[in-house]
């Protein structure tokens, strides 16, 4: 696998500004963010702790976070409890944890994002200055995948390197076992390595057959784990801030903004109606424009009668005193009768009470086509060589790929989105800053719904940019140099 080596070269910007900027951005997330510390890790010390007193640890009584990991988490949790008194496990999970987290910005810096000018330093200002705070929020949260993110990104470099992916299926087989959407990794041998289609599948379907035998095993803890994470994800709206909770808000949106969904299911029906019989008419009359005009006209005569819920039913009272009734008070009605508009209603209703359905329909089809994409233009990479900014991609669309994307898997996207923008332009050193600033402000301005989802449209927006600048990087990758470790050089 080959990369295009880059002539131009950027130089970082300097340590003591960037150190400058680092206590800036730590100020700003004390003074504009409440949220307290460690969170997550709390969860687990709960869960741990009713366990081992005989209580449910998916207990729904909870009005904090719940706790939604299978129950081999427990199993192995407890397993190590035995070894460790009294609150050093406490201690001694918050020493790995930070450890590793602090870690997350220099691998993906020195091993996956390489670029002249991201220095270290640089990686560790851009991950603390992430839309919505992304990266301090991860690191504050306590959540364990930061250790598992890790873990999978050190064991995948022989893949990367040597296209040597047992390690890393190994490790994603172990952590999927206790959190089960750090599969989507499985999308990196695919697209990076050759050759690795069944051992990815094979990887992802043992750790899939585990949870039946979890279910087996302890039916009523694992019950209760179902329960507690429907829960979480589904009546509490942890939904984190992906294409899925954009779907989620643009159905709610729609489906709130006076029943405008059935209106646009009738105009697109009415429409395609339309089109069909004035295109037939045409044909028939041979062009004639005074034809056309005609069927126009009888059509826009025809649609008030396919639109009306023909036995729609009102009693007088219901009306009287206000006039003609409104599309709303129509829809609004219990007997709704038939017809093309109350027949959208009907569906309408349907798709919104359908809980999480359409969301995650939509996330499919996402992932679906992401996938399908980063796949033809790995086969446009085979032919002309890899460009160096590949490997960025892939990280990045795997990311997005996920349902449920949280603070801990966001920081590793921006970060590697950041890098796709800044090489999509070519950017010099003070506009390296410049777009970092750029890209973080308008979080800090906007509550917090908006703010996640000013992210996932960033994190949209750095995807298209890098692929179409990889897409024109294929055409003309032609170079096998690599340096010692056998990577690609780099700007």
């Known amino acids: 696998m080959n990369f295009k080596p880059v002539s131009h070269q950027v130089e970082p910007p300097n340590s003591l500004l960037l150190f400058a900027c680092l206590l800036a951005v730590l100020a700003l997330n004390l003074l504009t963010v409440h949220l307290g510390m460690l969170w997550d890790a709390g969860v687990y010390a709960r869960a741990l702790h009713d366990w081992f007193n005989g209580n449910d640890p998916y207990s729904l009584s909870y009005s904090s976070l719940l706790f939604v990991y299978p129950p081999v988490f427990l199993w192995v949790g407890g397993f190590l409890a035995r070894f460790l008194s009294g609150h050093s496990g406490w201690w001694l999970y918050l020493a790995i944890y930070s450890v590793c987290s602090l870690a997350l910005p220099f691998v993906l810096a020195r091993f996956y994002l390489r670029r002249a000018w991201l220095s270290v330093p640089f990686a560790y200002l851009l991950f603390a200055m992430q839309p919505r705070f992304a990266g301090l929020e991860a690191l504050r949260a306590g959540n364990i995948s930061n250790i598992f993110y890790l873990l999978a990104l050190i064991a995948a470099l022989p893949g990367i390197r040597k296209n040597r992916w047992e390690l890393f299926y190994v490790v994603v087989f172990l952590i999927a076992i206790v959190k089960v959407n750090i599969l989507i990794l499985l999308l990196m041998p695919l697209l990076i390595g050759q050759a690795q289609w069944i051992p990815a599948i094979f990887c992802g379907a043992c750790a899939v057959v585990t949870y039946p035998l979890q279910r ?14 429907s829960q979480q994800i589904v009546n509490r709206g942890d939904l984190g801030f992906g294409v899925m909770r954009i779907a989620v808000e643009s159905e709610n949106l729609v489906h709130s903004s006076a029943k405008l ?3 646009i299911a009738l105009t697109v029906l009415i429409g395609a109606i339309a089109c069909v019989a004035i295109a037939l008419y045409r044909r028939r009359q041979g062009g004639n424009p005074r034809s056309f005009w005609i069927a126009a006209a009888s059509l826009l005569a025809v649609c008030p009668i ?6 729609k039913r009102f009693a007088p009272k219901d009306f ?5 009734a409104t599309p709303h008070d129509l829809i609004n009605q219990s007997h709704s009768g038939g017809g093309v508009l109350s027949t959208a209603v009907s569906v309408d209703h349907s798709l919104h009470h359908a809980a999480i359905l359409v969301p995650y329909v939509l996330q499919v089809i996402f992932a679906l086509a992401l996938v399908c994409a980063m796949l033809a233009i790995r086969r446009r990479l085979r ?3 890899q460009t160096n ?3 960025g991609l892939v990280l990045l669309a795997t990311m997005l790929c996920n349902p449920r994307i949280l603070a801990y898997d966001a920081d590793i996207a921006l970060l590697a989105g950041f890098v796709l923008l800044a090489s999509a332009y070519a950017l010099t050193t003070w506009r390296l800053l410049l777009l970092a600033i750029v890209v973080f402000l308008p979080t800090l ?6 703010a996640g989802l000013y992210q996932i449209l ?23 140099e690599t340096d010692a470790l056998g990577y690609p050089v780099l700007a």
């Open 458 to 480: 960033m994190l949209l927006f750095s995807l298209i940019a890098g692929y179409r600048m990889v897409w024109r990087q294929s055409s003309t990758a032609n170079s096998r």
């Open 389 to 391: 900014n590949w490997v």
């Open 383 to 385: 032919a002309t060589g």
């Open 261 to 263: 969904s059935p209106y």
């Open 320 to 324: 009287a005193g206000s006039g003609a």
């Open 216 to 229: 087996i095993s302890e039916p009523q803890l694992f019950a209760g784990y179902q329960t507690a994470a």
């Open 445 to 450: 301005f906007l509550p917090f719904i908006w």
């Open 306 to 311: 396919v639109a009306y819920p023909m036995r």
